[in-house]
């Protein structure tokens, strides 16, 4: 078990009262999951800046443009781009996570590894650890590509009035959290998903209330919080291509009064926003909106009981 689960993410799913056997991680990574990572047209990542905090990033190319040239190898032929603010961080033997999600068919697969070279083209990471993550809170999304002019990123003293319409109107955003640096085993950067109704992320000042729903219970994010609690969110504006790059510290609440606070919620864990930079129209592509996910339906928000969006309602 110690090669699947760290002691934190072990001692995470002891305070959540479950336990997860490990089932379909492994150290390499099978054909239908190098098959998918070959369809998508963006990538996220998880990496760490030089004081050591995790940035969650995205990457993107033409489909194919992350391909495996073998079971323990992935091929990205793309570079962050410059006015990313974690661009600096994906650099030889570095760490990473990584998560290929396809908004259209609310498929996901995880990895992490390290990078093993990086070149004017792209990079080759080194798989260590792969796996699938089941469906749930996933809303879908079809892109269009739609290339935008560079713009640079602007770094914020705190959450704008901007930042926080997003957040307040977001129902998906990503966390990168890492290990303690002292893990040997199964340790390292993971980047996540994370979904919801809109108004399912609180705001309290510079603080983000985040409920935690129920998942596939190996407790990747949360264990690395317990043992690291320096995080990094990545919010999507999916009409304008802004994106809200954040990084803060988090505090997890397992009690029953903050599971009862948000209908569907096991616990929920709150972030003091340190950093953030805003990226105006940087992701290329235009998108359609579907429906939300049957167990997204099922969950409310700090304000409200569970309803259908509007969207889902169409």
Not at 155 to 173: C, K, N
Not at 266 to 271: A, E, Y
């Amino acid at each position: 078990m110690s090669a699947i689960f760290n002691p934190d993410e072990l001692a995470a799913q002891a305070l959540a009262g479950l336990s997860a056997s490990g089932a379909g991680i492994r150290p390499a990574m099978p054909d239908q999951h190098r098959d998918f990572f070959r369809l998508l047209p963006y990538l996220f990542a998880a990496t760490t800046d030089v004081r050591g905090w995790p940035m969650a990033s995205i990457l993107t190319g033409a489909p194919g443009f992350v391909h495996s040239p073998d079971p323990a190898t992935l091929r990205i032929d793309a570079l962050a781009a410059p006015e990313d603010p974690a661009a600096s961080n994906f650099h030889d033997g570095s760490t990473i996570g990584l998560l290929g999600l396809d908004l259209t068919t609310r498929r996901r697969n995880r990895a992490n590894g390290r990078v093993a070279a990086v070149d004017d083209r792209g990079l080759t990471v080194a798989i260590d650890q792969s796996f699938g993550n089941c469906a749930q809170y996933i809303q879908v999304r079809r892109p269009a590509p739609h290339p935008r002019p560079a713009v640079p990123a602007q770094e914020l003293g705190g959450l704008d009035p901007d930042a926080r319409g997003l957040i307040a109107g977001a129902d998906t955003f990503f966390v990168a959290s890492r290990s303690r640096t002292d893990i040997a085993e199964a340790g390292g950067l993971d980047v996540s998903h994370r979904g919801g109704r809109p108004g399912f992320v609180g705001i309290e000042g510079d603080t983000l209330v985040i409920p935690d729903f129920r998942g596939n219970r190996f407790f990747n994010t949360l264990g690395n919080l317990l043992g690291d609690p320096r995080a990094g969110l990545l919010f999507i504006d999916f009409a304008s291509g802004d994106l809200l790059q954040l990084q803060g510290k988090a505090v997890i609440d397992w009690s029953a009064e903050s599971a009862a606070a948000v209908a569907g919620a096991q616990r929920s864990w709150r972030l003091a926003v340190e950093r953030a930079w805003r990226r105006p129209a940087a992701l290329p592509f235009d998108w359609t909106v579907g429906e939300f996910a049957p167990t997204t339906l099922a969950t409310g928000t700090w304000s409200s009981t569970p309803r259908p969006p509007a969207e889902a309602t169409a």
